[in-house]
């Protein structure tokens, strides 16, 4: 405990356009409000029962009930995960930069954390990744589409390293996956050691309820379900489900806004100048250099909230930016140029 780094997110007066957590920056579906409104005082005295809406959320993905775990939010999936399956000794290897929390949770282990940098272009690490698998490794987690760079692993790639890890389990975060629109949740059961994740904390609009699904072979979840604690998704984010789930047209009338915005907003980068990475998910990665801290407080000044990445291992000078729908993306445009200019014109005095 005393070797952890605290980890305190930038939260705190985010009342203005937020795209630095790459949340949906609208809201929920307007049926899940329907339901939260009416909700009884009765009904919050019972412990929530997770099950019934565990087989519904099993239906609607595609796996057996018995192969998927409700959590709270994707987080306590992880944790749980390298809870029960990292102890002294063990490896949990990691394509480097990605999503923080991975570290996080695996310095509460007593297992290390292995990690390996991707190339300046930030692709999928592929043939480093298999060099680095050792008899230790008993975790290989990859965020497909990855953050903060909006990279993507190959369905082929993930076999491969399943098949060269056959000790470990190999976890696939598939939380962005509704903007990439390819998965390898059809391959849980078959592919033996493979666990896949998904969170109802981007697409879906719904961060605050924390929910996230954890789906893996039956031999393999039944460790995960011992430790996972029976109530920790609560009762009304098990309402909430259901109605997120049926709303497909909201969901796809979203992504398909995400979508359309992020290749303007692209198009915006490159008219700036500003060097950017290929993106599968809502944000992307931009290369400000050393003026990056400068950049985030004067976008934050403008009420546009971006997210300074540049400690990642290889981000040097970097901020990542949601993608939201158009109209906020046009606007974060226009203040993101008058920052540029603003910055620029001061490297020229
Ligand atoms: C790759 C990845 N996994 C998981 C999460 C967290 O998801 P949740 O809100 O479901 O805990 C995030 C959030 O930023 C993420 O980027």
Not at 12 to 25: I, K, P, Y
Not at 79 to 94: I, Q, R, S, W
Not at 322 to 328: D, H, P
């Amino acid at each position: 405990m005393k070797a952890m780094k605290e980890y305190h997110p930038p939260l705190g007066n985010r009342d203005a356009m937020r795209l630095d957590f790459n949340e949906n920056t609208i809201a929920c579906s307007p049926r899940v409000k329907e339901v939260l409104g009416r909700i009884s005082a009765g009904a919050l005295t019972r412990y929530p029962e997770r099950e019934p809406v565990e087989r519904t959320v099993a239906e609607h993905i595609g796996v057996a009930a018995e192969q998927l775990v409700l959590t709270n939010g994707v987080d306590e999936a992880i944790h749980v995960l390298f809870e029960t399956f990292l102890d002294a000794g063990d490896e949990l290897l990691l394509p480097v930069p990605t999503y923080t929390m991975y570290e996080v949770y695996a310095s509460a282990t007593d297992a290390q954390a292995v990690t390996v940098q991707a190339a300046e272009d930030l692709r999928f690490p592929f043939e480093r990744l298999l060099s680095a698998i050792t008899p230790q490794t008993k975790i290989v987690a990859i965020a497909n589409p990855n953050s903060p760079s909006g990279s993507v692993a190959t369905r082929e790639q993930i076999v491969e390293i399943a098949r060269r890890a056959p000790a470990a389990v190999v976890l696939v975060d598939e939380a962005y996956f509704h903007f990439f629109g390819e998965t390898v949740m059809d391959l849980v059961g078959s592919v033996p050691n493979l666990m896949v994740a998904r969170t109802f904390s981007k697409a879906y609009g719904l961060a605050g309820l924390r929910l996230g699904v954890l789906a893996g072979p039956v031999d393999l979840m039944k460790w995960v379900r011992r430790v996972l604690s029976p109530y920790s998704v609560n009762s009304l984010a098990l309402a909430c489900l259901p109605p997120a789930l049926e709303d497909t047209a909201y969901l796809n009338w979203y992504v398909g806004e995400v979508l359309a915005a992020r290749t303007e907003f692209e198009a915006s980068l490159d008219e700036l100048k500003i060097r950017h990475w290929p993106s599968r998910a809502n944000f992307v990665l931009v290369e400000i250099g050393e003026k990056h801290k400068e950049l985030v407080r004067l976008m934050s000044a403008g009420g546009v909230l971006v997210r300074d990445r540049s400690s990642d291992p290889g981000c040097d000078g970097c901020v990542r930016i949601t993608i939201g729908m158009r109209e906020q993306m046009r606007e974060a445009a226009l203040v993101l140029r008058k920052t540029m200019e603003e910055l620029r014109s001061e490297g020229n005095e």
